[in-house]
């Protein structure tokens, strides 16, 4: 049997259920169970909700849940004592920090995973809470971590501007895109737009998706440009989503669909004319890669870590500039063949990123310290 035989996993930050950083955690677990070799006892510090979608996964008797506080105060002090205590109680090989944060008492070797840098490099899209709690124990996990996982290269370059001494303890493993199968078995709910006749944006609803320009720049174009195309928003509420939303409806052929399951997803992208992202800074950009592996052309910023993925694959354009943003989006609703040229390359580089990769390179990192 391995020696390494106890690992614990911090699950504590994971948002909804398509959120990156909950996608990201459940996908390496996926891959972890099906790997029936891997001698190891997962233990799992999680609240309620994430305890209820990750048992979706089916996962065997290696995995166990200790339950968490739901509470978003209660969790980050619970994070902060009691699962010390609990770290102490396990003495497990290493811990694994999924979503920013180690205990700042260190009692077993530590690895922590970095998804962006906002916090610091864009407070004003935050609320004002986590401008001051996230710096703060970042600084300080990352100090405090053997190795240190970012999940691109952008956000990599980003953290070592800050902390300019992590530099050789941190290594870059990828997202990927999810498979999404049809499940007859899950409830879709319908939308009235014809096929093919819609652009995607898929995604928080909230500032640093720069969604504001983006309606700003839809409502200038006019109906012949538009071709009778609408633009459809999907994606959980994040925070100042309240007067966005206002200034949308159906008159302006723009819809708001809210947070979609998979089987509402795999609809959306195998049925959108294109998808829209031109977010103001990502630390990876799930969505962008998704498109790509359902042939989806895709408008991104050329920014950071969308630029890193997307770049020579997807229609690039500076998410600051109106002109750029609307002549990309006439071009691709009225270009047929730039619309094939972008799908047949957005297929070929998603091929490049797996979730089975990232699984196996995280857990050989976890089990080499």
Request: glycine content about 4%; hydrophobic content about 45%.
């Amino acid at each position: 049997m391995s020696k390494f035989r106890t690992i614990t996993i911090d699950a504590i930050g994971l948002g909804s259920p398509y959120s990156g950083t909950a996608i990201y955690v459940s996908e390496i677990i996926k891959f972890w169970n099906l790997k029936k070799d891997l001698e190891i006892i997962f233990i799992i510090f999680a609240n309620n909700f994430a305890i209820s979608y990750l048992n979706k996964l089916n996962l065997d008797d290696r995995f166990v849940f200790i339950r968490v506080p739901s509470n978003r105060y209660l969790k980050s002090i619970w994070q902060q004592t009691f699962m010390v205590w609990h770290l102490h109680r396990i003495k497990p090989k290493v811990h694994w920090g999924a979503s920013f944060i180690l205990p700042l008492v260190k009692v077993c070797p530590m690895i922590v995973t970095i998804h962006d840098m906002t916090f610091q490099l864009m407070p004003k899209v935050h609320e004002y809470i986590k401008t001051k709690y996230f710096p703060f124990l970042i600084k300080y996990s990352t100090v405090r971590a053997n190795k240190i996982l970012t999940v691109s290269k952008t956000t990599k370059s980003d953290l070592i501007k800050f902390f300019p001494n992590v530099k050789d303890k941190t290594f870059v493993t990828h997202l990927a895109p999810r498979d999404i199968y049809p499940n007859r078995n899950i409830e879709q709910r319908k939308i009235n737009f014809k096929t093919k006749k819609y652009l995607l944006y898929v995604g928080a609803i909230e500032p640093r998706k720069n969604l504001v320009k983006l309606i700003k720049v839809w409502k200038s174009i006019n109906k012949i440009e538009k071709n009778n195309v609408k633009l459809l928003l999907v994606g959980t509420k994040g925070w100042k989503y309240d007067e966005l939303l206002e200034n949308i409806n159906d008159v302006n052929d723009i819809h708001y669909f809210g947070s979609a399951n998979d089987q509402e997803l795999l609809s959306f992208y195998k049925n959108a004319l294109g998808l829209i992202y031109i977010s103001l800074y990502e630390g990876f950009g799930l969505p962008v890669i998704e498109a790509m592996k359902f042939g989806l052309p895709v408008i991104c910023s050329n920014l950071g870590a969308s630029k890193e993925i997307a770049e020579s694959a997807a229609i690039m354009v500076n998410p600051l500039n109106e002109k750029d943003i609307k002549d990309a989006i006439i071009e691709l609703i009225s270009n047929e063949n730039l619309r094939k040229k972008f799908s047949r390359l957005g297929i070929k580089k998603a091929s490049n990123f797996s979730w089975s990769k990232t699984a196996d390179e995280t857990f050989k990192f976890l089990t080499k310290i």
